[in-house]
């Protein structure tokens, strides 16, 4: 009988991203755990079992490649499609402008945070190989732009353009099981290997 020997490997990474908008910055993470426990198995086991590994992993980051730099501040524009806007009252020409963006001081990064769980194995000398994970990604403040209403006056020229503004709106659940096997072999010098992967999924709005 053997004695019982585990490795166990980390790894982690933690950084912080800014972006120009309020709200701008994100902290970014990823940490992995796994440990090989195929010296653990008594010696007629070992000689069946090649490889057994356990993995858990869990990240969260943001995104907001959506927005512009300045989405989150109102503005005003002066420009029209002929040489700006303007009106004419009695003669005299009025120039004027309109609100194009109003003021979205809450709006920010998406985020995802991603919790995994897996096992790797390996039989008869790593001729059989298989692996078996479960996953879940959790999406929260999905950027989606949303139309505003004529009465708020944004938005509002002569191109006849719709307003809308960007807003943390939208969740998404993503989970499943992906199972993968394979085999790989020699018949004298003929190499051949053959899989197939296994991977129902659910994804909830």
Known sequence: MTGIFCRLTSEGTVHQNSGQIRNGDFFLQHHWVGESV???????LRENISDLKFRVSYGSNGDQQALGAYDWIPSINRSGPYEGLYYVVGGRILEGAIQTDRANPDVHWESKTTFNIGMDIGLFQNKFYGSAEWYRAYSSGLLVRLPLSYATGVGVSFYGDDAFEWTNYGEMINRGLELSA????????????????????????
């Open 38 to 44: 195929t010296n653990n198995f008594f010696e007629t």
């Open 182 to 205: 394979g085999w790989k072999d020699n018949i004298g010098r003929f190499n051949y290997s053959v899989s197939a992967n296994f991977p129902p999924s659910e994804m909830k709005w």
